[in-house]
């Protein structure tokens, strides 16, 4: 299998882009991390790997989404993301994950990645912009990893995603990447209507044939105004997909991305291990995308990025997150997020304004963390790999989070089940 990959690398890839992926991805990210680690010992923490939601608008309309895509257009304008990056930088960082909304819709995304030829972009997309002359451009400078979101059947994109032939368009996306010998990944939000078309192997199996190097399987989140709870995943399904990732991995040439378990297979929250922080349109300081809530900006040159990363508000968040439980705790423990956030006063950082309202009105559901059903990694490279550049860095030693996390809760009659749905409880707050 390992060969296979390593075949594919050398024959299906743009050579130059190749280098660029092993230098500035994997050499230099690699080097941020160990930096990030050295930190982390000292109390410090600057994340080796940014996400940056460089616009919030987009041309689809997806169930759940939790972005503000039908507000007027924000960016964050060539000349704030190069201050940025260069700050980045100069902390050792050069990785960074541009989000939106449609990130392609940001009038000078390709502008942005050529002033930053010595750092490493993945671009989460929906694809529909992804021309082949844009294609073309994304080989040239070699610098750029698009991420193209597939969610299920034509039926099912078309449902998720608000509009008609998305996946016709996205497809066609993924295509003139390949063509260019981009190197290229196809991601999914796994949700109830789409986990029995795209967690199986014959789909995988696809990508491969197709020419697509790595993919990546999220798990749904119900957040924003209209949250859609009944896609999310049971606690079975969330196992079934863990275990779906982890078969894969030892055996199919495809690279398998997931952001929420070490070599162990022990859960981890990589907001709440600093490994990673966002920015969101406006230029707010999030601890992650679904955590709408600001204390500092970007935009705000009184103070260092360093410094803002360290905000009592962003401090409190990472001791809380570590001590309430080793998955989500937005799923697990809004109730305890909430109080967070009206003890720094942090602002919404949305256009809507309502993020603590829905945070108030949150249902606790199961997330990653499932101490009794951990499933380590059987790949002696991912082993290897999590446990050097990929782990929970120490930061949840000595926690116990048996009396904190909700299944606890739940079992010590704190917090009330329903009867139609067992994995999902209402919080009272």
């Known amino acids: 299998m390992y060969l296979r990959l390593a075949k594919r690398f050398l024959v299906e890839t743009d050579k130059r882009a190749l280098w660029k992926l092993g230098w500035n991805m994997g050499v230099k990210g ?13 109390g410090d923490v600057f994340p080796p790997f940014l996400y940056i939601s460089i616009i919030n608008s987009c041309n689809l309309r997806c169930q759940g989404c939790w972005v503000d895509v039908s507000a007027k257009q924000q960016v964050i304008d060539l000349e704030a ?30 502008e942005i990645f050529r002033q930053h030829p010595d750092c490493y972009f993945q671009v989460f997309t929906n694809g529909h912009f992804i021309t082949d002359d844009v294609a073309k451009e994304l080989r040239r400078m070699g610098n750029v990893t698009p991420l193209i979101s597939v969610e299920g059947s034509e039926i099912v994109s078309d449902e998720r995603r608000g509009r008609k032939d998305v996946l016709s368009k996205t497809m ?57 709870p009944e896609l999310a995943l049971s606690r079975e399904d969330q196992n079934r997909l863990r275990q779906f990732v982890v078969d894969m991995r030892a055996s199919k040439p495809i690279i398998i991305v997931d952001a929420y378990y070490d070599q162990a297979g022990e859960a981890l929250c990589p907001a709440a291990t600093g490994i990673t922080h966002h920015i969101n349109p406006w230029g707010g300081v999030e601890p992650c995308p679904i955590v709408q809530f600001v204390t500092d900006s970007i935009h705000d040159e009184s103070k260092s990025l360093h410094a803002k990363f360290n905000s009592p508000f962003l401090q409190d968040f990472r001791e809380l997150a570590r001590d309430t439980t080793r998955g989500c705790i937005v799923l697990e423990r809004p ?80 917090v009330p089940t329903t009867s139609a749905e067992p994995d999902v409880v209402e919080l009272q707050v």
């Open 81 to 110: 993301m190069n201050r940025l990056i260069d700050e980045a930088k100069s902390m050792g960082n050069s990785f960074f994950g541009i989000v939106g909304g449609e990130p392609f819709m940001h009038p000078n995304i390709l």
């Open 335 to 414: 109730d305890l997020l909430k109080d967070l956030v009206e003890k720094h006063s942090a602002e919404d950082g949305t256009a809507r304004q309502t993020a603590l309202s829905e945070l108030k009105g949150m249902q606790v559901r199961p997330s990653q963390y499932n101490p009794e059903d951990a499933i380590p990694e059987k790949s002696w490279a991912y082993r290897i790999g999590k446990r050097l550049f990929f782990n929970s860095f120490g930061v949840y030693d000595g926690r116990d989070h048996s009396q904190a996390s909700a299944p606890a809760l739940i079992g010590r009659g704190e």
């Open 30 to 42: 690699s080097l941020s991390v160990l930096k990030f680690r050295r930190r982390l010992k000292r």
């Open 172 to 228: 066609q996306g993924i295509q003139n990447c390949l063509n260019n010998k981009v190197f290229t990944g196809v991601c999914t939000s796994v949700c109830k209507t789409n986990i029995d078309d795209l967690v199986n192997e014959k789909w995988v199996d696809r990508l491969v044939e197709m020419g697509v190097f790595y993919t990546w399987f999220h798990v749904y989140r119900p957040m924003g105004p209209e949250a859609s």
